[in-house]
């Protein structure tokens, strides 16, 4: 009797000791396989997303950024003629373009106060002969205005290159000898491909680059800045792999865009808003357009000499604001 429960005991314990089947190890292995391929897809599928995302928003950065620094220039662009009118020491034309030799319809010379010698001492119609003769025709200006203020000329010769006279420049050193007025310019450049702008086949060989030039170190010179001195004149890329790019000036008169100052009635004197229409190609080798419109911050106003002979050298600051106050209104 002891040796039958024995038996039977003994055969319950193999029976419950007894391990998985090959079968069965094999369907947790194939289980286990699967969730472990699943979790790895989708990691894997995360991580690509997640720099894939990064990389477009780095493209998308640095056409805003580029768009951000012209504006910000832009909106701080400057010249009398914006609240005043261009001052003549004589009966003839003052300022206004060099000759045509573009084909382009000449602009007109912006409103001119005539000759106010006579309510000026010796000394200070002297003064401002002397104001003319410094700032009448070069290449930065086009004359003075009746406060004396210089005239910056906007300057445009191609579609793809655009300078003018800002307020924007910030001295980053104390005392350093620079002005907040600085001559910016906006233009393509020559660029060197990267390994893998190289590799990529997508992306065209003869892309060049979006630079902004700058240059504070001597804003009342007479001539245009030379981008190759690098002492004076600072370069920044701002967008690499630019196929084309354009601006264009609003004419508020007839109410549409040019692509030429020269045809826009004072349009090297004053400027009222510009389209930038850029194409380039991002990292991944993808061609995209993009089209930003700006405007300045100055009131659209033209302004008008109200007197025949303004006392130009007592008229100081109020001038300019009884002049732009008396203009008309004309927007876009």
Do not use: C
């Not at 090959?22 to 289980?31: G, K, N, S, V």
């Not at 104390?174 to 491909?193: D, G, I, M, P």
Request: hydrophobic share 35%; no cysteine.
């Amino acid at each position: 009797m002891s040796a039958s429960n024995s038996t039977s005991v003994s055969k319950e314990t193999l029976a419950s000791e007894r391990g998985f089947t090959l079968l069965e190890i094999l369907i947790a292995i194939t289980i286990l396989a699967l969730i472990s391929l699943a979790v790895v897809s989708i990691t894997e599928n995360a991580a690509l997303t997640k720099e894939r995302t990064t990389e477009v928003n780095e493209n998308n950065l640095q056409i805003e950024t580029a768009m951000s620094r012209f504006e910000w220039d832009l909106s701080q662009v400057y010249s009398p003629l914006y609240f005043s009118t261009l001052l003549s020491m004589n009966n003839g034309p003052v300022g206004g373009n060099p000759p045509n030799t573009d084909g382009d319809t000449a602009a007109v010379v912006p409103p001119v106060t005539p000759n106010p010698a006579g309510n000026m001492g010796p000394l200070a119609q002297q003064y401002f002969e002397q104001l003319v003769q410094r700032f009448e025709r070069n290449e930065h200006f086009m004359g003075v205005s009746k406060e004396g203020f210089p005239v910056p000329r906007f300057y445009a010769p191609e579609k793809s290159v655009f300078e003018f006279f800002t307020t924007s420049n910030r001295r980053k050193v104390e005392n350093q000898k620079q002005s907040h007025f600085a001559w910016v310019r906006y233009a393509l450049a020559e660029q060197t491909q990267t390994e893998e702008e190289e590799k990529n086949t997508n992306m065209p060989k003869s892309l060049k680059s979006f630079v902004r030039y700058f240059s504070a170190d001597d804003p009342y010179s007479e001539k245009r800045i030379n981008i190759e001195d690098v002492d004076r004149v600072k370069g920044a890329v701002l967008l690499r792999n630019v196929e084309k790019l354009e601006f264009q000036f609003w004419d508020f008169q007839r109410r549409k865009w040019e692509t030429s100052l020269r045809s826009i009635q004072n349009g090297e004197s004053i400027v009222r808003g510009v389209k930038v229409l850029i194409t380039w190609y991002d990292s991944f080798g993808t061609q995209r357009t993009a089209s930003r419109i700006f405007r300045t911050h100055w009131p659209m106003v033209t302004p008008q000499d109200q007197t025949t002979a303004p006392p130009a050298a007592q008229a100081g600051q109020q001038g300019g604001v009884n002049s732009a106050a008396g203009g008309g209104t004309n927007g876009f």
